[in-house]
């Protein structure tokens, strides 16, 4: 079969560092291709380089059998390879209409696939900037189907987006292959792979290793591939620690009353023991960001009490809140690390930093703390200079090092996992139960809901900014907490959706 | 209507208070009139050409710290060329003068995209570097201007139809600043490359990944206040008379009136009507402070509150504005 995007032999090093080696990937038209592959394995390289952004090393790029270069994106554009990528790529000072004057989109198909994704309401007259960032996503994915390219470059497209949109997004990209329109798709989900993929190709270490058509069962052997060794995907089976840890009339380490947020969050109580993983389950934008900018000092309550350890805490400032060992790893990454400084400095920032012990920086201490809690979580400091040299998951697991550095007691993680590959994933887990075990706690909010039966004890779940329902890990299937997140009692039947149809699978994208 | 008013509320605002400003000095010197606007504006010239300059740079996310230079080595360039030939030949020197600051601007532009020195480095040493080379084109103040060009912003011109009263208030050096003004930047905002001067200064991330050529927009768009800082020049060369090798405070004065007008320091931001009411807003407070006669040495101390409240006051009013 002739295939539309033919690319081989593709590599690419900075320097000395090799981030593709020989990868190669084939679409055919009218295929929803899968691209998939562990953090660091060379996806995004791989998609920067088919759409222009960068150039490689060696290699060669056909197109419907023709040498094409893609020197920019908008060579790669007049060749008919579109992406969308993760961050969304509207101008942000620009209002929607400027920015598809800007890339000479057309306007009338641009609106009928805004219609197409459910995109409610929309002013073509706002600026970027004041769309919400879900809906800025859809609308870099409307913007590039209105240009009817011959593939579109999906990167990670649904994971902010809220269950309704996602759904619309992947009907359409399914809608694109039957019309014969090719779609490389990236993603973590196994969910959407087997839902709208027809082949994948896995990529490991900067190299293809597999293409496999998507049947039914083909995930155990696309992880295998990702990580060229079996792993098991397995359920905790011990059962709760906390259970042995905790005397159940033990004084709760954290104990929130009643606590409201501005219009975001209201009247949220619940406890968290030493010893316990508490996962944290929402839709996105129920209030879960409030909850945890509260506990860490970051906002203000406009209502209700946070005991710590039996005290009252008025808390203004996140000082506040680290001075009594709580910890919050923030779902950006960005948003906690020194980007241009190295590992030990920002391991070291939490302890080191204070001013009121004067005096030069312990060294010593320093590094035996930090080394230790590198060594612990086994991050890959190849990069030293720069923090933003490192992958995703290797930076997610430095925020989380510096607080086991610090010796916090309580750590908020609010999706640590997001957007980093299976391996680490495993590792975050592993970490965080052992740190429950050594009788911290923590407070874990996560957007993949398979996530709670694998790390955590018990799932709150919170809806409209309320405590809706509290389910033991036993019970937190996916079925379970989607229905809850969706504010439906615990034992109402209800469909979620197209993939609802997927058993076991449900609503899988919150 | 609504909406077109939100979004260009920061310079009707401006408006407004160079309105009421100019009420204000009408009060404390019931005597100013026409004529004294007419010579305000023709001091605001050169000021509003740098700031024009300085704001395109500024959209784009850069800055220009050449500006006074680029000024000063046109306005020689502008007065050596003139210097004893005839007035015909101004028709040929103009041009030559423009595309000159082009030029200079666009080498700017070429240094910061292919060197990748920061552009407030590659700018400053071209401070220096135009300093000297004005002085070398020539080293005290001297040469000539056509005299048409002399008059060109001199006095006003009757428009049929309109009363005389109105006429006065319109100097012909506003109207040479609007038409100049006007001739680039209507063009410029209706074009892909006014767009994607806004593009790269609001994320030049995506604006590459919108398929925006960012180095040759850079390129462009110091090579446009070049253009401009070539208009301030001949501004000079021509209410002068002659031309002066040293460089103007203009270049401060550029900085501050952009920001002021609206125009956010980091790019993406504002437009250029802004800055050049804001030259006008901050000519005319000192010309109020002169009349109000405070102490010339506390004027540069008021000039700079004036400026620090009424960008916290825009802050203060958006923030609020938003929130509701």
Redesign the interface.
């Known amino acids: 079969m002739n295939a539309l995007l033919d690319a081989s032999g593709v590599a690419k090093s900075y320097g000395a560092v090799a981030a593709l080696r020989n990868a190669s990937l084939s679409v055919r038209p009218g295929e929803v291709h899968a691209l998939m592959g562990a953090n660091g394995a060379g996806k995004s390289t791989l998609v920067k380089i088919l759409t222009g952004a960068v150039q490689p090393t060696a290699g060669r790029i056909l197109i419907r059998g023709e040498q094409r270069s893609v020197g920019s994106p908008g060579e790669a554009r007049r060749a008919g390879l579109l992406p969308v990528y993760q961050e969304p790529s509207l101008i942000p000072d620009l209002d929607v209409l400027q920015n598809l004057r800007l890339t000479q989109t057309p306007v009338e198909p641009f609106r009928d696939w805004v219609r197409e994704l459910g995109v409610p309401a929309l002013d073509l007259k706002d600026l970027a900037r004041d769309v919400p960032l879900a809906i800025q996503r859809v609308l870099d994915l409307a913007r590039a189907l209105a240009v009817e390219p011959e593939i579109v470059i999906l990167d990670e497209m649904t994971a902010a987006l809220p269950a309704d949109l996602a759904e619309r997004v992947l009907d359409v990209v399914r809608q694109q292959g039957r019309s014969g329109r090719s779609v490389i798709f990236i993603s973590h989900r196994f969910v959407e792979i087997s839902a709208i993929c027809d082949r994948a190709t896995v990529l490991r270490d900067g190299e293809t290793v597999g293409v496999v058509d998507i049947v039914p069962g083909v995930e155990e052997q696309i992880v295998e591939l990702m990580l060229g060794e079996k792993i098991e995907r397995r359920r905790r089976t011990t059962g709760p620690v906390s259970d042995a840890a905790r005397p159940s009339d033990a004084r709760p380490r954290i104990s929130v009353r009643n606590i409201s947020v501005g219009t975001k969050l209201h009247d949220v109580s619940f406890d968290l023991h030493d010893g316990e993983v508490a996962g944290v389950v929402a839709l996105e934008g129920q209030g879960q960001d409030e909850l945890f900018a509260a506990l860490a000092g970051a906002a203000r309550l406009s209502g209700g009490t946070i005991e710590v350890d039996g005290e009252t805490l008025t808390m203004s400032h996140p000082r506040h809140a680290i001075d009594k060992g709580i910890a919050l790893v923030p779902g950006d990454r960005a948003e906690a690390l020194l980007m241009q400084r190295p590992v030990r400095e920002n391991i070291a920032l939490p302890f080191s930093a204070p001013l009121r012990r004067w005096g030069p920086i312990d060294m010593r201490r320093e590094s035996e703390k930090v080394l230790g809690a590198i060594e612990r979580l086994q991050i890959d400091t190849r990069a030293q200079g720069e923090v933003q040299r490192l992958s995703g998951g290797n930076q997610q697991k430095v925020t989380i090092a510096r607080w086991i550095a610090a010796d916090a007691r309580t750590i908020l993680c609010f999706d640590p996992t997001r957007g980093i590959d299976v391996r680490t994933k495993q590792e975050i887990y592993r970490l965080l139960r052992e740190l429950a075990a050594q009788g911290k706690s923590i407070l874990f909010y996560t957007s993949e809901l398979e996530e709670v039966q694998l790390a955590c004890d018990r799932a709150i779940v919170i809806f409209g900014g309320r405590v809706v329902d509290v389910l033991p890990a036993e019970i937190a299937d996916e079925a379970a907490l989607t229905r809850a997140a969706y504010g439906l009692a615990r034992d109402a039947e209800a469909d979620v959706g197209v993939l609802a149809q997927h058993p076991g699978t449900a609503g899988a994208s919150p | 209507m609504t909406?077109y008013i939100r979004r260009n509320s920061w310079v009707i605002g401006l408006f407004a208070l160079f309105v009421t400003l100019l009420v204000f000095t009408k009060i404390i010197q019931p005597d100013y009139d026409a004529g004294d606007f007419g010579s305000l504006v023709r001091a605001a010239l050169p000021f509003a050409f740098a700031v024009a300059a300085q704001s395109i740079v500024i959209i784009a996310g850069g800055i220009d710290l050449s500006v006074a230079s680029m000024m000063a080595v046109t306005s020689v360039t502008a007065a050596v060329l003139m210097n004893g030939a005839s007035e015909e030949f101004a028709l040929v020197a103009v041009p030559l003068v423009l595309a000159m600051g082009f030029c200079l601007g666009a080498v700017n532009g070429i240094l910061i995209v292919v060197t990748r020195v920061p552009d407030i480095v590659v700018t400053l040493a071209m401070l220096f570097v135009l300093e000297g080379v004005a002085l070398l084109i020539l080293g005290s103040p001297g040469g000539a201007a056509a005299n048409w060009l002399k008059v060109m912003i001199v006095g006003t011109v009757a428009i049929p139809g309109v009363l005389a009263a109105i006429t006065a208030w319109i100097p012909n050096a506003l109207i040479v600043l609007l038409v100049s003004v006007a001739l680039v930047w209507i063009p410029l905002k209706r074009s892909?490359l006014g767009?994607?001067i806004?593009?790269i200064?609001?994320?030049q991330?995506?604006?590459?990944?919108?398929?925006?050529?960012v180095s040759r927009t850079k390129i462009l768009a110091y090579a446009l206040a070049g253009l401009f800082a070539a208009m301030g020049g001949l501004s000079l060369t021509m209410s002068t008379g002659i031309g002066a090798p040293i460089p103007g405070p203009y270049l401060m004065a550029s900085v501050a009136a952009a920001v002021l007008g609206g125009v956010i320091l980091g790019g993406?931001?504002g437009g250029i009507v802004g800055p050049i009411v804001a030259v006008f807003i901050l000519r005319l407070v000192r010309t109020d402070l002169t009349l109000l006669s405070v102490d010339p040495n506390a004027t540069t101390i008021i000039e700079g509150t004036i400026m620090v409240v009424v960008v916290m006051l825009g802050a203060y009013l958006a923030l609020r504005a938003r929130s509701r």
């Not at chain 2, 991330?205 to 050529?213: E, H, K, N, Q």
Request: hydrophobic share 40%.
């Open positions: 909406a892909r767009l994607s806004y593009a200064g609001s994320s991330l995506a604006a590459f990944r919108s398929g925006v050529p993406g931001r």
